[in-house]
């Protein structure tokens, strides 16, 4: 099955290890990902700070990009929940475009919602090692209901153990731009998340959405802390 | 829900919000209760507004005419509901409803056949004509401002005592 | 107290909350107790949705048609005997209240916790006009003795240990030091219930208005609304037009929804519903009874796109959720209403000049609008200020300009991989620049970008 993957603008600039352990994934579990060279960005931080005809270019930008029939996959909750939720959105007055994006919509998985419902990965019986705690990031859960899919990869990793951190599901203030217009705030949170992982005496701690986990790596280092930072793709890979 | 199932349910959610409750087998039984609960000597405000009201005032040796003045509050109140463990207390037949409030014990009598299940039924009731004062009490006056500390009896009654009749 | 409007210091004021320790180690235990509480008060209301469905329902039946509501309050609440005046803004409103307290010659005020008189700061201008207003509830009354302002919407003083508390009491009231929360609150139940007694009036706010039968209903706790309210000779009333329910059998709804959402309680102590002033054969309720509507902007926002936001209850639970309240507190929105829903209203009623740094007070993590009891869609809310604000032209032209480059390489492969290009080579320059609060908490862009790997 051909699938179209969207590595996302952080992924490819600053975590190229995610990307290709998505497609290390992808193609283990018999589908043939297809990188479309033309990507850019979802345009979601221009959609959050409010420049709606940038983001509106940059959605046009991806759907055309994009287009075709065959699933859409990015190893990131928030940039899903960006082509999902607020495409179409974007485009409510244009009826063309907007029949484009609610079909890319329908055809956008996040990566685990793809592994669990159409690959299947969580019976394939997966190596692991370590302790591992999950930071459940707030668009993934929130808006696009990706809640049990990351624990049910988790749980089947074998050797691997799983503990829960407290308020898995609180903001770990990385926010986009909000991390740039609000520093001070933003390291707040993310030092208070930091703290809830080391508190559960996880070796690694892993997540859906390489923002979060950018800016949770930052805090930890800060703090001196040993703890691993993996994108749940890298995890998942390991154990092929 | 029945008549029994809405007096249990009463008591149970008005004794989870700190209230004392007391369920009496017929209304001879009231005099008893109520010796046991209000102090002897203390001042106590009983309008004498219902028959029960007028059957137990002369308990209360210091009777006071001003509610101001009284440590204790003896009324019959407008009913209760089921749902929440609470009191209705209105400002009907001349009732003053702070006479309630203003006393550091409130001690309510309800009719079991005025314990409605729901909230909705007590408002459904009053609704074409609203008293002037309707009051919900649940449990007694309290405050968690400090620290989050509950503290009970702030500007109203620290003991709330319930009899259903 | 209201000290003026600070909220373009936002960020300036954020920062001196973070540094405050015991104001965040407060803030957090408070947002985090309610915020468990509610999780507890939820957990045995079965058909919870269905509940939040009906309660917005009806918050949406009322803005559909808020003027007709607004005027049937007004006929119901007159023919019970209310006297009602519509106050167009702040000022307004502040005039009302003072006339309709100078004329009867009030001066001693007892006074119930109303965000709408701190959103109108009525206090100041009453005291300006030689009157003395005692606020009554717990957390207020030890806020105004210390000249402060409330750093929560649901326990004002939350960032006063007992010890301050119990410093306080002694300086200001002459009593023995104690650091007790039941003894502290003794005594300012004593030296209130002098002032309950004494007072003129009573200043109230109100969580609901009925129209069909114009009555009020307050939620209190400590017994200080129903006293502001039943004790004094005069009983004035003010509240937002938008508090409207449509009829006093729709209260059920909002009893089972609001106390829950605030403080995790079933129901609070006390539900006041007040219909007109005592009538002859009464022995309850003020003689007199004034209600004023505050417009304030309500109109001017029922027309516009954010409307939804007048669906609010001011429960507060969308505040105790909020990553970003919860940490900083509500004295950094530097206006009457904090966290998400407070910086929506900030932004609407005080104008975007004068707020438009809050906008950006969200890290759009969805928390507020996943418990919002009535469903206001707080994050596509803030989404639309931050359109507006891109629209008028508030955001600095550095902004504006990585914007501009951003669209370029959004929309273009080529502008994309140079500037992935430039940011590698540029690396160090961007950290320096960028300063370490940003730009030090970003890794150095790879080597080799994954794109040109992914074949
Ligand atoms: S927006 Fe919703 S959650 Fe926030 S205060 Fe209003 S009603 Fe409560």
């Known amino acids: 099955m051909k699938v179209l993957l969207f590595g996302t603008c952080l992924v490819d600039t600053f975590f190229p290890e995610v990307g290709e352990a998505t497609l290390r994934l992808l193609r283990r579990f018999g589908a043939d990902p297809v990188f479309p060279q033309g990507q850019t960005c979802c345009g979601q931080p221009a959609f959050n700070a409010g420049y709606e005809d940038t983001a509106r270019t940059a959605a046009a930008h991806f759907l055309s990009v994009f287009d075709g ?35 890319a919509g329908e055809r956008t998985y996040e990566l685990s919602r793809f592994l669990v419902h159409v690959a299947r990965a969580h019976e394939a019986g997966l190596r692991g090692r370590g302790t591992i705690t999950y930071h459940a990031s707030c668009h993934l859960t929130r808006s696009l209901g990706v809640r049990e899919e990351p624990l049910t990869l988790l749980a089947s990793l074998k050797g691997a153990a799983f503990v829960p951190m407290a308020d898995a599901g609180r903001c770990c203030g990385f926010g986009g731009t909000f991390m740039a217009k609000l520093p001070e705030i933003s390291c707040a949170l993310a030092e208070e998340k930091a703290a809830s992982v080391e508190a559960t005496g996880a070796d690694t701690v892993t997540g859906c959405d390489s923002g979060c986990l950018m800016n949770l790596a930052d805090a930890l280092r800060r703090r001196g802390s040993k703890v691993r930072v993996a994108h749940l793709a890298q995890l998942l890979a390991e154990g092929l | 829900m029945n008549g029994e199932e809405r007096v249990r349910l009463f008591l ?7 209230a004392g409750t007391h369920l009496l087998p017929g209304p001879e039984a009231l005099r008893d209760v109520l010796a046991g609960i209000v102090p002897p000597g203390v001042p106590v405000y009983c309008p004498g507004l219902t028959a029960a009201e007028e059957a137990v005032a002369d308990l209360f040796p210091n009777r006071v005419a001003d509610y101001a003045d009284a440590a204790a509050t003896v009324e019959e109140v407008f009913g209760a509901v089921a749902e929440t463990g609470t009191l209705a207390c209105a400002s009907v037949d001349g009732r003053a409803v702070q006479a309630g409030l203003l006393p550091a014990h409130h001690v309510a009598i309800v009719r079991r056949d005025r314990i409605f299940a729901e909230l909705d039924d007590l408002f459904a009731e009053v609704v074409s004509a609203p008293p002037t004062n309707l009051t919900l009490v649940t449990g007694p006056s309290r405050t968690a401002d400090i620290e989050l500390t509950l503290a009970i009896g702030v500007h109203g009654p620290e003991r709330l005592d319930i009899i259903v009749v | 107290m209201n000290l003026g409007q600070t909220t373009l210091r936002f960020r300036q004021n954020s920062v001196r909350a973070l540094e405050d320790v015991a104001l965040r180690a407060a803030m957090k235990q408070a947002a985090d107790t309610f915020g468990a509480k509610r999780a507890e008060a939820f957990a045995p209301v079965s058909d919870l949705e269905a509940l939040r469905d009906r309660a917005s329902g009806i918050r949406d039946e009322v803005l559909a048609d808020l003027p007709r509501h607004v005027e049937t309050f007004v006929a119901s609440a007159t023919r019970a005997g209310a006297t009602v005046h519509r106050a ?10 003072a006339k309709v307290l100078s004329d009867r010659g009030a001066k001693r005020i007892v006074k119930g916790k109303s965000m709408v008189s701190e959103e109108v700061d009525l206090n100041a201008h009453l005291e300006a006009a030689g009157m003395e207003v005692f606020e009554t509830d717990l957390g207020e009354y030890i806020i105004q003795m210390a000249g402060e302002s409330p750093s929560h919407i649901i326990v004002p003083a939350i960032h006063k240990n007992r010890r301050q508390i119990g410093r306080l009491f002694t300086e200001r009231l002459g009593v023995p030091y104690t650091e007790d929360p039941q003894a502290l609150t003794r005594i300012a139940r004593g030296a209130l219930r002098e002032k309950f007694l004494s007072a003129d009036a009573g200043i109230s706010g109100a969580n609901f208005a009925a129209a069909d ?14 006293m502001v309210t039943t004790v004094p000779p005069l009983h004035v009333a003010i509240l937002s037009v938008e508090k409207i329910i449509p009829s006093l059998s729709d209260l059920p709804a909002f009893l089972r929804l609001l106390p829950r959402s605030a403080t995790g309680q079933a129901i609070t ?50 505040m105790n959720v909020c990553p970003v309240y919860r940490t900083v507190g509500g004295h950094a929105y530097g206006w009457t209403y904090p966290g998400p829903m407070g910086l929506i209203l900030t932004t609407l009623l005080t104008g975007m000049a004068k707020s438009h740094p809050v906008v950006d007070a969200s890290t759009l993590c969805g928390a507020c609008a996943e418990v919002c009891p009535v469903r206001v ?43 992935q290009r430039l940011a590698g080579i540029f690396w160090p320059l961007v950290r320096a620049v960028g300063g370490k609060d940003v730009a030090g908490r970003l890794p150095p862009p790879a080597r080799i970008p994954f794109r040109r790997k992914a074949h």
């Open chain 3, 377 to 419: 869609p707080l994050v596509p809310l803030i989404l639309q200020l931050r359109r507006r604000k891109v629209r008028e032209g508030f955001p600095d032209p550095k902004e504006r300009r990585v914007m501009a480059w951003f669209g370029r390489a959004a929309a273009s492969p080529g502008w994309f991989s140079l500037g």
């Open chain 3, 213 to 226: 039968t114009g009555s009020l209903v307050l939620f209190t706790n400590e017994g200080n609304g129903r």
């Open chain 3, 88 to 97: 167009k803004d702040a000022a307004a409103a502040r005039e009302i209240v």
């Open chain 1, 69 to 103: 029939d065959a699933p859409i996959v990015t190893p990131s909750g928030s940039c899903a929940a960006m082509v999902r939720h607020h495409y179409p959105e974007l485009f409510h007055d244009d009826p063309r475009m907007l029949a484009k994006a609610r079909r």
């Open chain 2, 12 to 18: 149970e959610n008005a004794a989870k919000a700190a």
């Open chain 3, 269 to 318: 102590a006390y539900v006041s519903v007040i219909t007109g002033p005592r009538k002859p054969g009464d022995a309850t309720g003020a003689k007199e009874l004034h209600i004023v509507l505050l417009d304030n902007g309500r109109t001017e926002i029922l027309a516009g796109e954010s409307r939804d936001i007048l669906k609010c209850i001011r429960c507060g639970a969308c």
